[in-house]
């Protein structure tokens, strides 16, 4: 938004390239690049690679994509990830929640 809050008030849809004079006041909301598609159905080994690559902690790919380590490395523990899973699908079950594509093999 350029000028936000004035008469002035301008809303930018895409744009890549915006010279701005100095004094320009202007607000950019964007995406919080939250995925596409259900947690649960992400692989174990992208998720891997997103610890790896420090996207989220070790801690968050256990919480939120039910995807567990073995202590002290970052190798998946396949049999704990899969317990995880369906435990966690489970839940989402009784709370009539479903997730499609979700894997737990």
Sequence with gaps: VMYPGTPQDQVLL???HLPLAKGTQF????G???GYGPPLAREPWQV???VIDG????SQAEERY???FQDRSLEVD???TRELRRHMVAEES????RSPGVVTE
């Excluded at 996207?55 to 070790?58: G, K, L």
């Design 66 to 68: 039910g995807v567990v």
């Design 14 to 16: 895409k744009v890549n």
């Design 32 to 34: 919080g690049g939250g």
């Design 27 to 30: 607000r950019v909301r964007t």
């Design 94 to 97: 009784a709370l009539g929640v």
């Design 78 to 80: 396949v049999v704990k």
């Design 48 to 50: 891997q690679e997103d």
């Design 55 to 58: 996207y989220v902690t070790r």
